[in-house]
Structure formats: C-alpha cells, structure tokens
C-alpha cells in the first residue's frame, strides 16, 4: 500500500481561482515533506519544503501546510494561472535512526488543469 | 545552482537495441545518483541507486542486467536499457544528490528532466 496518498486525482479550476490539494501519508517518522511540480513529460521541480516541526511554507502563490499529528499535508495555490497546469507531487523523506538516507516515498500526483 | 541534465529528452527505437541515457550533476558533485521510472498517471518508481565509483543498488524486482548503470564520475550516471521491449516503454527520470550536504537525513535530490522512451 503506498504510503502517501493524494486527492483529489485530477480537478480542473478557472483561471485566477484558487484550489486546494491534499496529501496523506503513513511515513513515520519523517524527516521532511515536499510538495513538487511536474510538467507534462519534464521532472519534477521542488515547490517547498517542510521539516515535521514546520506549520506552514510559501513560494510565490503556493503555499504549503503541514499537519504532523493528523500526517497531513496541503498545497493551496492561490489566483491559479494557466501556466499552474501540471501534475503536483507530495514526497515525504522517512527518517533514519542510522547515518543513512530514507527512500523518497512519492505521492501519484494531483493532476490540476487550469482554463482560461 | 543544483541542476540535473538528463539527455537524450526523448527517444524512440526499434525493439531488440539498447538505449544509453545519461544524467548530469552540473554544478555540484554528486556521489550518488538516483534513477526512476514513470508510467502514466503513476507515481516515480526507483529503479536503483548509482553510487560514484561502485556497484548500482537495485530495487526488488529491477533486472540490473536489463538495466545497466554505470557512475564513473562524480558529476555523471548513465542509465542503459539492454535489448528494450516494448514493455520498457516508459518515462525515466534520474536525480542526484549533493555530496555538500551536511546530513544525509534531508536526502535532498536534484531532478533531472526526464527521458521518454519509446520502443517499437
């Protein structure tokens, strides 16, 4: 079973609106959580970045939260612009207790569509 | 800074021939390089870990004779699919890390474009 889960699998927004994405994993304990864009065939490009004792992180008109007690997290990006089309990825870091690192766990992505 | 060159970007051959893609670290050494795969709709998937001047790590079910991975240097990993089948048909994406970082707990990985592989 994956063990980060994304919702919704797709939504299509009107231009300038805002929308809100969803991720929940298991990862436990987790070093940091990351939210991702990915263009249509092009690799994924980093949006934030969050530690487990991090509420909250902005880039621009994305913003990241994190709920370490419930394990979850949002991506909420704000006055959508036609260009915010992609797929979004939530990847959470597990944690290691050895001088090691943890394999990237990858969400299947949010697959947002924005119209004019 | 921190940029990954993956080339070819797309790439399309007949069944039965092997296809090389290269990964790049161009402004920062990585001694280890991460390869994906992607299918439509579908989370990445890695493949392996390459690691600079060793053997490739393997995960459970990736055929390391099939895919054949060599990190001979500290800023390039090449990925090559031996005798591609359609079924390998797919999106391959690699990634690095930068040997500069402090801890190896943040696993910070630098993506690379992604090569879309088509085999006929």
């Known amino acids: 079973k994956n063990q980060v889960e994304q919702s919704p699998q797709s939504l299509i927004i009107l231009e300038g609106k805002n929308c809100t994405l969803q991720?929940?994993?298991?990862?436990?304990?987790?070093?940091?959580l990351r939210w991702y864009k990915q263009d249509t065939g092009r690799g994924p490009v980093s949006l934030t970045i969050m530690t487990f004792s991090e509420n909250t992180k902005s880039n621009g008109r994305y913003t990241a939260t994190l709920d370490a007690d419930t394990k979850q997290s949002s991506l909420h990006i704000t006055a959508s612009q036609l260009s915010d089309s992609a797929s979004y990825i939530c990847?959470?870091?597990?944690?290691?207790?050895?001088?090691?690192?943890?394999?990237?766990?990858f969400g299947a992505g949010t697959q947002v569509v924005v119209t004019p | 800074g921190a940029v990954v060159s993956q080339h070819p970007s797309r790439v399309i051959c007949k069944s039965g021939t092997s296809v090389k893609i290269e990964c790049r670290s161009l402004d920062f050494q990585a001694t280890t390089m991460f390869w994906y795969r992607q299918f439509p709709k579908q989370s990445l998937m890695l493949m392996a870990t390459?690691?600079?001047?060793?053997?490739?790590?393997?995960e459970q079910g990736v055929e390391k004779d099939k895919f054949l991975i060599n990190h001979a240097s500290l800023t390039l990993s090449t990925l090559t699919v031996t005798s591609a089948h359609p079924e390998d048909s797919s999106f391959y994406i690699c990634?690095?890390?930068?040997?500069?970082?402090?801890?190896?707990?943040?696993?910070?990985?630098?993506f690379g474009a992604g090569t879309r592989l088509s085999v006929l």
């Open positions: 990634s690095a890390r930068d040997r500069r970082q402090p801890t190896l707990a943040k696993n910070i990985q630098y």
């Open positions: 390459s690691n600079e001047g060793s053997k490739a790590t393997y």
């Open positions: 990847v959470v870091t597990p944690l290691m207790t050895t001088d090691s690192w943890g394999k990237l766990q």
């Open positions: 991720c929940n994993y298991t990862v436990s304990p987790f070093s940091n």
